[in-house]
């Protein structure tokens, strides 16, 4: 991707989720093939490569990410899941995942390898000392705009990854950016790496100081493809068409554009080209969205200014 820093680059090989010959159990494992799994304890009689996971926030990334992992094979007995809602718990219990309210329910023979932080940013300084016990795990947070500074406030020295996600996790197609401290050894960075890439791709910074622009181009992104789709389809109204078949229209458009950005080996610059004939009727719309000093570059670049603005300010 052009201008992105070299410091974050999508890490496919140190960690990919690999089915073991029971067919349901996975294990991240190097690009040559040996498992990186070694110091996750069992969690099952006859399985040794599951982590064990404890979800402390079962909302709407916490769930699309659970959904992930039991979809890719982690056993569910491996996850303690710390929610209040009792959505999570109806969702969830029936699956086998160990549901409870807070951290004083958890069982004290249950040590997590990873601990995932999923809760409101607002919250997580009431909420994160609790697991401060578990020492030998490693803290795994997507809250936005918290640093790992402020998780070594609360939990002391131990290995923190602060991960940025973004909402097609949902849906398996999410991006993730990650940065890790200095307590993260391998085997630690392979389980993170494992937990998130069964919600999507995962990338790896060594620099912090990115994570507000990351946070405003792939965490907030979504809602500008989503904002494309609603401006488009009332383009399609103000220009003579109804309202349900502009809707549809932009919707299938945006969704079909995005499907095709992810199959093609092509840049999206060639796939706009692609579907521009000179002087035809895409170029005459791309005249105005590209126009000099005033297009949607202009103002694509001033909205993630904004946002990596904002995050700083959230940060404190
Ligand atoms: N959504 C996004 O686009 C996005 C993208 C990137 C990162 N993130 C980060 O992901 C984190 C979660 O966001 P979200 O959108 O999933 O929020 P959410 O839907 O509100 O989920 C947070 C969940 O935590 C629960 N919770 C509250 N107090 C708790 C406690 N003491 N222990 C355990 N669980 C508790 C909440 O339950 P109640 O509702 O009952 O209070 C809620 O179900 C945030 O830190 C956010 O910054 C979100």
Redesign the pocket.
Known sequence: MAGLDPAIHVDQSESRLKHCACGTAWMPVTSTGMTVSRNMPNIAEGDDTVTRVLL?????????MLNGWLDRGIAPAGIVV????Q??RDAFAPKGVTVV???ATIAPTFTPDVVV?????Q??A??AP?YAKYKDSVFL??????PIAFFAGLLGEVAIVR?????P?AVRAGITVCVPNAKVDAPRRAACQALLEAVGEVAWSEDESQMDAV?AVS??G??YVFLLAEVMAKAGIAAGLPEDLATRLARATVSGSGDLLRASAESSEQLRINVTSPGGTTAAALAVLMAEGKGFQELMTEAVAAAAKRGKELAG
């Open positions: 402390v926030g079962c909302g709407k990334m916490g769930s699309a710390v929610e209040p809602g959505t999570a309210d807070d951290a932080l999923a809760v409101k940013p919250v997580m009431a909420v609790a947070s997507i809250a936005a705009g918290k991960a940025m996600p973004n909402t996790a946070t965490g907030s979504p809602a």
